[in-house]
């Protein structure tokens, strides 16, 4: 509930928690704290799959802020949670290249900017900060834009994202692909095969910060899709 002097702290600094609304300038530390990540590894297909937490309770609140809201105060947040994936699917592995997947032309429409690609930007200083020299090489491009996933099957994912994907260029490894949601894995497949296509070696998995729940609601936005993704 927001309280006078949250109304009046937006007015003088115009902003505050995306979260719960305290004023600041940054997500409070309450609700930072009440966020934090939970990383586990999983397989899709055959391909390792590290998430920050499952889409759920206070981080889906922070992802659709993040996502579809654009708090951009958040991306440090967001950014936490991804390295942390990413730190538990590389284990001792101290230097990786991150390769964002692709934005759909909609998505870019929609968020303004690259959204994967800059949470990869933030989430190399992040890991940095553990020791982990991570650098992002945006190679993948879409080679036709596939349709609004949020409707589709598990199937019809998999079908719409089938070939979508090449890689400009040939990123040297250990390779990364990177996500916000991981959804059915149709997307993050599909950049792990285009990858896998250009020659990149050795890739060693994905990393994404939500899971979808199973049967949840899907949240219409970015590129493709719901809740969209991997
Ligand atoms: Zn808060």
Do not use: Y
Request: glycine share 10%; charged share 15%; hydrophobic share 45%.
């Amino acid at each position: 509930m927001r309280g006078w002097w949250q109304a009046a702290a937006d007015l003088v600094l115009g902003v505050c928690c995306p979260l719960c609304g305290a004023p600041g300038l940054h997500p409070c530390r309450t609700c930072v704290a009440a966020v934090a990540p939970d990383p586990v590894v999983m397989d899709v297909g055959d391909v390792p799959v590290a998430v920050a937490g499952v889409h759920r309770g206070l981080r889906r609140e922070a992802l659709l802020a993040w996502k579809v809201g654009g708090a951009a105060s958040l991306d440090p947040v967001i950014a936490h949670h991804l390295a942390s994936a990413v730190v538990c699917l590389i284990g001792d592995v101290s230097s990786v290249t991150l390769v964002p997947v692709p934005s759909t032309r909609r998505s870019r429409r929609e968020r303004g900017r690259e959204l994967v690609t800059d949470l990869a930007a933030s989430t190399a200083r992040t890991l940095a900060g553990v020791g982990v020299d991570a650098q992002v090489r945006p190679v993948l491009r879409l080679r036709r834009q596939t349709r609004d996933q949020h409707a589709l099957s598990r199937g019809d994912r998999a079908l719409n994202v089938a070939g979508s994907m090449a890689a400009a260029a040939v990123p040297t490894g250990p390779v990364v692909v990177v996500d916000d949601v991981l959804t059915t894995g149709a997307t993050l497949l599909e950049a792990v095969r285009a990858l896998s296509a250009s020659g990149a070696f050795p890739i060693l998995g994905a990393a994404a910060v939500v899971m979808a729940q199973p049967g949840s609601t899907p949240v219409a936005s970015h590129p493709g899709d719901g809740l969209r993704s991997g």
